[in-house]
Each structure stands twice: as C-alpha cells, then as structure tokens.
C-alpha cells in the first residue's frame, strides 16, 4: 500500500515537473517573438495620493497577449525570463513604452508619475542600468517622473554592483522604491543598503487591514517606521473602501489597488485618467471621491 501511495506521488510530481517544463519551454521559445509581434504590452494602474487626494501616477504592468492562450500572467513569465536573461530586452521594451507615455500624460495633465518594475537581479549587470539611464535621458521627460520600482524575484548576488547601478538612476533623478515591502528576506537589508524614496507595502498586509489587527500593526509601524527614515509609503492592494479609511488615518501617503482603479491598456489609462473622459455607463467609472 505504501509503494502504491509512494507510486502515485511519484507519477503526480512528473506531472507537474512536465508541466512547468512545458509551460517554461513554450516561454522560453516564444517570448522573443511575441515581444516582436506586439504581443507585449503595458498596462498602467493608478496610483492615488492620498495627500493631494487624487491621482497622479501609474504603475506600468506587463501584459502578454497570446495568440492561443490568451492573457499570461506575468508572475508566470518573468520568473521565467529571469532564470534565462531575457529580462533585459523586456524591461527595456516596457521603459520605452513608459517614458513615450509619460511624455503623452503630461502634456495634458501635470504631474503624473509611473512606476517601473525593475528585478533585482538585473541591477548585477551594470551595460542594463546604461542602457536604461540612456533611453530616460533621450527621452527627454523629467526623470523624476519615474520611480524604480525594486522587485525581488531572484536573490541579489552583488550588493555593490547594484548599489552603483541603482545610484545611476538616482544621480539622474528618478525615485528608487522597494517593492512587496515586507515579504522575502531583504527588504531591511535593502533599507539600510539602499537609499530608497519609498516603501511599497504588499498586499498581502494591505487586503484585509480592516479585519485584522495583526496586518493593521505590521502596517501601522512600517509607515512609522518609513516616516523616520525619511521615506514615504505606497500601499497596494486596496480593494475597498474600508482599508482606504485604514490607511488613511495611520498617514499612508499613496495607495493603488482594484478600489481606485484595475490596470488598464496606455489609450484607457489616458482617457480615464489624464483627461478625465469616465465611462458613466457601466461598473468601470472610477469611485466620485477619485480627483
Ligand atoms: P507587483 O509589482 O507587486 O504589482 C502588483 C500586482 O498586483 C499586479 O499584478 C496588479 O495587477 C495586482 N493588483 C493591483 N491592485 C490589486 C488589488 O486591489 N487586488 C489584487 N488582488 N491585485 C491587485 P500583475 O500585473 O499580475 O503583476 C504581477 C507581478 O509581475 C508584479 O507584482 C511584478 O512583480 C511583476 N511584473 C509586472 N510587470 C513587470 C515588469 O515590467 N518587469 C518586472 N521585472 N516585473 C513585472
Ligand atoms: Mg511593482
Ligand atoms: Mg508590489
Ligand atoms: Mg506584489
């Protein structure tokens, strides 16, 4: 009986590892030509301050359009791409797309911000933060329109090298962020090895702050915490109107989740949000209280 449970798990875990290799393999093979094809895109979601009370700045999110399978999800293919390099070629394509869209936003609606995802493991290569301080210079936006938004899906394997990576887009002017604040083992090393702007608290602490008195402590402190050093706060995964009130009353500067807004494709994002053209007609306006 027991070689027959031990056979089964067996069969289940080739399975699954068949599974993950499939779905790596068919990353693998055709993300270069998905990024060609415009398959690849970036949606933006806002982010809302709740200082000025409104909104006034995105979070650019990769979005893969397959032909057949439809939307991926991007927590599946960036791991993916990270554990093969490919991550260069993506967040350069996403940076393009958000220092053109920046530019766009602000010729109508004065400041709006965006947020770049950057993995960690990238910073290791210091030819990447060139080329990516080369495409926001070029651009000619103000670089303290963007913030870095620090992700850490793979371990940092030079502290040094991506200080000096992440200083050049600091000396530039862009704002340094670190992101899921709060989850993984880094986030105080990063604290103290990084000149950060800002913490973004993750949402796993931010969902039911209402209803939980442990994630209201935990994200009580970070704020103060944040505060002192100097840094200001995002919270993500604001779903209701509850954790806005939450957050709002412990100082929470900036918050971003489904209550303000889902992301949305770069025409939307501009219409909705720059020049203000609300869809009155179905569930999608956005909530009265958004300036
Ligand atoms: P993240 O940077 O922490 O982004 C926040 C994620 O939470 C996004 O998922 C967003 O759609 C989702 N979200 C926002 N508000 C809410 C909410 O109120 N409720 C819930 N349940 N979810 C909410 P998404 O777009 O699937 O992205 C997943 C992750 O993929 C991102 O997490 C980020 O780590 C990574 N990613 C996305 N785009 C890029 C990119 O261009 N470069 C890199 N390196 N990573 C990226
Ligand atoms: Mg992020
Ligand atoms: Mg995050
Ligand atoms: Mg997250």
Redesign the pocket.
């Known amino acids: 009986k027991r070689a027959s449970e031990l056979g089964k798990r067996l069969v289940w875990h080739n399975d699954r590892l068949a599974q993950v290799t499939d779905q790596s393999l068919f990353i693998l093979s055709e993300f270069e030509e998905a990024l060609m094809t415009g398959q690849i895109s970036v949606f933006y ?1 806002p982010k809302y301050s709740l200082i000025d009370d409104f909104v006034n700045g995105a ?4 979005r893969w359009e397959h032909p057949d399978k439809g939307m991926v ?3 599946l293919f ?1 791991p993916v791409l990270e554990h093969e390099n490919l ?1 260069e070629a ?2 350069l394509f ?1 940076l393009r797309q958000v220092v053109e869209d920046v530019e766009r936003w602000n010729s109508v609606r004065n400041p709006m911000g965006c947020a770049v ?3 960690a493991s990238l910073l290791a290569n210091p030819a990447f933060a060139k080329r990516a301080v080369a495409i926001i210079r070029d651009s000619g936006i103000d670089p303290a329109l963007l913030t870095i ?1 620090l ?1 850490e ?1 793979a371990a940092l394997s030079s502290q040094e090298m991506a200080a000096s990576s992440l200083n050049q887009f600091k000396q530039l002017g862009a704002h340094l962020s670190i ?2 604040y709060g989850t993984g083992q880094s986030t105080l090393t990063y604290l103290k090895s990084f000149s950060a702007d800002e913490i973004k608290i993750d ?1 796993s602490f931010v969902k039911l702050i209402a209803t939980d008195n442990a994630n209201k402590i935990m994200v009580r402190s970070s704020i103060e915490m944040a505060h002192a050093l100097g840094m200001k706060v995002v919270a ?4 209701d109107i509850a954790a806005l009130n939450v957050l709002r009353e412990f100082g929470c500067d900036t918050i ?3 209550y303000v807004g889902k ?1 949305v494709a770069r025409d939307e994002f501009m219409q909705r949000w720059c020049l203000n053209l609300f869809d009155s007609s179905g569930g999608t306006s956005a909530p009265d209280w958004v300036g």
């Open positions: 979601q979070e650019a999110l990769v999800s991007p927590s960036v991550m993506l967040t996403v995802n950057i993995s938004e992700t899906t992101d899921d949402q993500e995964g604001v779903e971003q989740g489904w992301p």
